[in-house]
């Protein structure tokens, strides 16, 4: 793996506590510039602590924080060259839309007529540019969020912080908003740290994503890696939907779970050593009884527009969700096959980078 | 049948609070309006206002009153504002709260002998100052004394509408002013005075209006050094018996007041002020 020879953000050995309840745990990471990042976990795992010890509002227990190489640790939030979009906006409520864009131009003692061209130009960036003499409370939830963002802009900080700046719009805004942040993001070419629960935000906007958990980033990589190897039980079940089936690892490219041994495309593990078996609910189809690689029963069927949601038995009593076109019927027995390279198995407490050496290991093999 | 009944006993509920609005509110502003009419031998006349508004006494007095309640309430403000905003950093706010509001329980009169005793000649405070050797210094019934007890007393009133702002202040709004480039004091005077200040009007209706007409203080403390217009009709109720008079004086009060209510009001900020002129 290349090295970035000079990451934008880069925190060491970050950690972070209140008394005795720790925040962060070791954080390590790195973001380079232009990019996309998103930080994603369960509220209260420390995504959005990580924002504020970029931002300069929390100071760090332990560890570094670097920005552009120096260390900014110490450095007042007000000295920094990064902006933060708030999740509840805080806009300010005594300005107006334009007053609250120039803020941070005045407070930099810009010259009037540049503030007025940039800030024009900040508020035709987030497709408000008659909005200027408005009160913010005049404005709609999501109008606010654009202003949030173009008060951020404006600054032309190199890192952008966005926490959870989405949350709070309804679900039609937020797919919307989802593809103007990510226009946005790569027609300026600023780095975004973005900060979210929601999975489906995080896969559908981020060059990278970090999944954390009570303090911890439990793995990083971009959508696809994630989405496709998930390093643990958590992960899996954070990001997407997820059969997680126990199972035994006979030996490389040979799994065992109900009962049965299949091909798959995982190694680099003991041999029997007890693994756990990821099958996504889309890469599962229907058959026959008769034709497939496991029978289930099925239990009950959801309609959710594009496709059915199928919940099914084996005879093990593993539950088994499946996605499909078509729908099945209640109570009768269906057959499930799948390609061996649709089958991923986690090792049970495998770390980031046990898993990661293990993975360049036997893809190493593969090549030979 | 049960509705109208519940409606009759809901309107019920409102009989003590419209009597006691009526009894001792309206019915004595229209009494004291009606009185001002009337001169000391019982006549209809205007001269009461005639007499108020060409006499220079009375409008010194006026000035006095407002001078005064204006100084006090500044230095009630220049206290007040950082004491709740420190009480806003505390662990245990609501303690410190507490220890500021219970002096307005003790009455008014006893705080005031005990402010004699303490400006005394041989009080606590010509002590302190007689053993740093710049005493013992005339501190009773002095323009000095009124004022410093006055915003003793009614610092309270000041402190507890400016804390509640203060505290309802969103944390992000600081933030945010942090993160867009702003200095503590930027965003001290930027965003957080500005967004405190219904707080601070607020705390200046309260102290601003009683203070024009304190009266007992400026006898027992400023040693009627300072005269205000609530001297003025203690004057001519208690002593020259001119109910008229004092009724008028009265009457101008209450619409100073409404005056200053009005101003410092909750009218809605002037928009418009954009950036585009």
């Known amino acids: 793996m290349a090295v970035n020879p000079q990451p934008i953000i880069r925190l060491t050995n970050v950690c972070k506590s209140y008394g005795d309840h720790q925040i962060l745990k070791d954080i390590n990471l790195e973001l380079e510039a232009g990019k996309f990042y998103t ?38 939030a007000n000295q920094r060259q990064v902006n933060t979009v708030f999740q509840d906006y805080a806009l300010f409520p005594h300005m107006t839309v334009a007053e609250n864009v120039a803020f941070g131009l005045k407070l930099h003692k810009v010259p009037k007529d540049e503030i007025e061209s940039r800030v024009q130009s900040a508020l035709a960036l987030v497709q408000l540019p008659d909005f200027g003499d408005r009160e913010i409370s005049e404005i709609s939830g999501g109008q606010q ?59 559908a906007m981020s060059d990278e994503i970090f999944v954390m958990k009570a303090g911890e980033i439990l793995q990083g990589g971009s959508p696809v890696d994630i989405y496709d190897e998930p390093i643990n039980h958590f992960v899996a079940n954070f990001i997407g939907e997820s059969n997680i089936i126990p199972g035994k690892m006979i030996q490389d490219y040979e799994v065992e779970f109900v009962g049965k041994r299949f091909e798959c495309a995982d190694g680099g593990m003991h041999p029997n050593e007890a693994v756990e078996v990821v099958l996504r609910p889309e890469d599962l189809d229907i058959v026959k009884a008769d034709q497939g690689k496991l029978v289930v029963t099925v239990d009950s069927q959801l309609f959710r527009g594009n496709y059915f949601e199928i919940v099914a038995y084996d005879n093990d009593h593993n539950e088994w969700l499946v996605h499909s076109t078509n729908p099945a019927d209640e109570g009768e027995p269906i057959g499930l096959t799948f390609d061996p390279q649709d089958i991923h198995v986690m090792r049970l407490n495998e770390s980031e980078a046990a898993f990661d050496a293990r993975l360049e290991q036997y893809d190493d093999e593969d090549a030979d | 049948m049960q509705r109208k009944q519940r409606l009759s006993r809901n309107t019920a509920y409102f009989v003590p609070y419209v009597l006691w609005i009526a009894l001792f509110v309206i019915a004595p502003v229209i009494l004291l309006i009606y009185q001002s009419f009337f001169n000391i031998d019982g006549q209809f006349t205007l001269a009461n206002y005639q007499t108020y508004f060409s006499s220079n006494t009375y409008l010194m007095m006026t000035l006095n009153s407002v001078w005064y309640a204006f100084l006090i309430t500044l230095a009630t403000l220049l206290i007040s504002y950082p004491t709740a905003y420190l009480l806003n950093a505390t662990k245990h706010p609501q303690l410190w709260l507490l220890l500021i509001i219970m002096p307005t329980w003790i009455n008014l009169l006893l705080k005031a002998y005990a402010f004699i005793g303490i400006f005394s000649q041989a009080g606590i ?15 009773l019934f002095t323009k000095f004394s009124f004022i410093f007890v006055a915003a003793y007393i009614q610092i309270p009133f000041m ?63 400023g040693g009627n050094k300072v005269i205000t217009l609530g001297t003025a009709i203690e004057e001519h109720f208690l002593t020259t018996m001119n109910w008229g008079m004092g009724s008028t004086i009265g009457v101008v009060l209450i619409i100073a007041m409404v005056i200053i209510m009005w101003l410092t009001g909750g009218r809605k900020r002037r928009s418009g002020k954009g950036l585009t002129k």
């Open chain 1, 39 to 76: 930080l994603l976990g369960p509220s209260g795992c420390g995504k959005t602590t990580i924002l504020r010890t970029i931002a300069g509002f929390t100071d760090v227990t332990a560890g570094q924080v670097y920005f552009d190489g120096q260390v900014i640790n110490g450095l007042p």
């Open chain 1, 145 to 203: 969020q654009r202003v949030a963002i173009a008060r951020a802009l404006v600054m032309r900080p190199k890192v952008l912080l966005l926490d959870e700046p989405l949350s709070a719009l309804d679900a039609k805004l937020r797919k919307d908003m989802q593809y103007e942040l990510r226009e946005l993001q790569q027609q300026l070419g600023i780095t975004f740290l973005f900060v979210t629960h929601d999975q489906e935000e995080a896969l």
């Open chain 2, 125 to 139: 405070a010509n002590q302190f100052l007689s053993f740093i050797g710049i005493g013992p210094q005339q501190l």
């Open chain 2, 159 to 221: 402190v507890l509408p400016i804390y509640n702002s203060i505290s309802e202040l969103n944390a992000s709004y600081v933030n945010a002013s942090r993160d867009l480039g702003a200095t503590n004091w930027q965003t001290f005077s930027r965003v957080i005075f500005p967004l405190t200040l219904p707080g601070v009007k607020a705390g200046v209706q309260a102290v601003f209006i009683p203070s024009l007409s304190l009266f007992m203080l400026t006898r027992l403390i």
